[in-house]
């Protein structure tokens, strides 16, 4: 044994409660065997975070076993061996001739694996949303005395309610965060290219803040104007000048969980319509806090964002955010008109109230958000304000 | 009209270039529609590099326009607008009230719009791989006229060979590539953490050279010692000391087009073992590159190297590469054993010959080159060394 375990983000044993968690869920849909190809769930239920998504891999949990196994490409196996909660005898390589090979691949390793370990017969879930049809289809056909069924996003389900460990690196990821959003305000000046503004905030969120660096890179989406309109550019060369307005979302990562955060720029002084359409904003994301608690649902936060705007003037139309944890946006509930989805408490959302309003203007606030026992914490902490670069 | 196109990174005629051998394949294989959702393939089509994805999104190719349209959420539509080539009136956004919503979503005005458009009752293609089986399942459901033909792939088999404009681009994309891997040289010392390395190739790879920025950041894998032996970590807050060797790939981008490249970097004076292991290596690149040229095989490249290093008592277990461009890889052929893909001008590969040997030992070199009309061409061009830091 040459590599071994390295330093963990987590306990042992909350790696046990969560999959504790999805056996608890396999039970309930009468599964034995549970084959995870979502990278996002992987890194939940292991803490692996390599970058070997791209090639077929997957996490088999058993109803009967404690650790799951990790079965995936021999040249990734010794970063799972050091990044996994698991015992390295869970750690299973399968050869590299299988990359790049039209007749067989890691699927079928994952196939044998399940029938050599007497899975083969029963019920066995899969995530149809992360696997092609073509994986799919193998899955029904090799395994044809098993019942394969659809568990797309029964993990990502159990990720919205996070623990208070979860929590605890999620603040770290805000401070990240908050720390580039600052950065960028010192790096803005009348004559600078958007890009070198992209690479400083890039430098900070790998770099972290207070000794915690950044664990992996989250897309800025960076629009100037008179782009301001668009919602999801990365950034140009356009260079900045007097009068220039920049909305930018960004997101600290630590350990996979990312924190997301939106705030507008202006540079000199903002325009009256920018300062008019901050304040109905901030009433609107003030309101929108004040109605999160556990019992309210999705709906109920969206709509106390939507009324307290609409009585201002304003309108949006795009929902009002989403489950925010590992890999950004976390597929399951939205904060929109009509998902009733409950709130509880250590649920953590992007609370988005990016809204592009015209074509050619547009303006950004978010918040990193958590359901409290009473109420909401706010994870990004950076000032609420346009940040006016004189 | 308040938004306009913006400046583009290619003549209005190369995208109709492309768009022809679209439509020659959809000949081929009797579809009058093609709905394009794999992301990179919607960039190769339209000039589109927002990041939207992560929603439903379409592009819809007719046999019977001359331009494509593009379907995607409103948020979207005014940076589609800016950055497709094509007219204003062939961005087609759908509701935002769709986003999010379990009932109807972004598929189903795709599934409208070919309604509308007289492509219902024919022969209708789909890229399956970028589509969820129930996604996929609505298209058969409700477009029962028509026949849904999987052409997963298609797409991404057209754009192995490159214009000469793309390798123009992908030249640019190489040079930032280079002063990436020069920058990371500069910034290695004892006492130095790795993530503040990373901190500054990602600045690079967005600032780019020569005056021209990159587009989008593509992930770095980065590991010291004693994780040389993984392929794929992104980073860690290690501290490099002396004798520490650090393997290095990352690469830059311009307008979605990626050039990769790897080299190693040693700490102090390399050791005995990296330099052997480099110098067959480099034996291996060298052989790999003289067997480039139209009408071989993958496969002859793969084996030059395999049987060169083998001769020099190394082996490597993992391919040689694969096709590059948009998005990095190109899930097609395979620089492997056994690969018959016949090598034609301007097809463009990253030659990968990272080879992680022990469980605590690799080495990482690789370039980006381009197949000639006679021979190979290497785009990217940084020293094919040992970065020694002293």
């Known amino acids: 044994m040459v590599v071994a375990r390295g330093p963990q983000p987590f306990p042992r044993g909350e790696y046990l409660r969560r999959i504790a968690l999805v056996k608890s869920e396999m039970a309930r849909r009468e599964i034995d065997a549970f084959v995870i190809t979502d990278q996002h769930n992987i890194t939940y239920l292991t803490g692996y975070t390599a970058l070997s998504a791209y090639v077929p891999q997957g996490l088999v949990i058993s109803a009967h076993g404690e650790e799951p196994a990790f079965i995936l490409r021999r040249q990734d196996a010794i970063a799972a061996i050091y990044q996994c909660f698991m015992e390295r005898d869970k750690i299973i390589a399968y050869p590299e001739a299988l990359i790049g090979n039209p007749e067989t691949d890691g699927y079928d390793c994952i196939i044998e694996y399940l029938e050599e370990n007497c899975l083969a017969r029963r019920g066995i879930g899969v995530e149809a949303n992360s696997l092609s049809v073509q994986a799919v289809e193998k899955f029904r056909k090799r395994l044809p005395a098993a019942t394969i069924v659809d568990c797309s996003a029964a993990v990502t389900w159990i990720r919205i309610v996070k623990s208070d460990l979860e929590i605890e690196v999620m603040r770290d990821a805000a401070a990240i965060s908050d720390a580039a959003i600052l950065r960028a305000a010192e790096v803005m000046y009348p004559g600078v290219r958007e890009v070198d503004v992209a690479a400083e905030i890039y430098a900070t969120l790998v770099r972290g803040t207070h000794g915690k660096p950044g664990s992996a890179l989250e897309y800025i989406n960076m629009s100037s104007s008179p782009l301001i309109g668009t919602s999801h550019l990365t950034w140009s060369d356009h260079i900045l000048s007097n009068g220039s307005q920049i909305n930018l979302e960004l997101g600290g990562n630590r350990y996979g969980y990312c924190a997301g955060i939106m705030r507008t720029y202006s540079i000199g002084r903002a325009s009256d319509r920018l300062r008019q359409v901050h304040e109905v904003q901030v009433a609107g994301l003030e309101a929108a806090l004040d109605a999160v608690r556990p019992g309210r649902t999705c709906s109920d936060v969206a709509n106390a964002f939507y009324r307290t705007i609409e009585k201002l003037g304003l309108k949006k139309e795009s929902r009002c955010g989403y489950p925010i944890g590992i890999g950004w946006l ?35 606030i978010s918040e990193t958000i958590r359901v409290t026992e009473t109420g909401v914490e706010v994870l990004t902490k950076a000032p609420r304000k346009v940040f006016e670069i004189s």
Chains 1, 2 share one sequence.
Do not use: C, Q
């Open 330 to 364: 976390e597929p399951t509930a939205s904060l929109r008109d009509g998902d009733v989805t409950e709130l509880k408490p250590n649920m953590a959302f992007h609370l988005m109230l990016g809204n592009w309003i015209d074509e050619d203007f547009g303006y950004t």
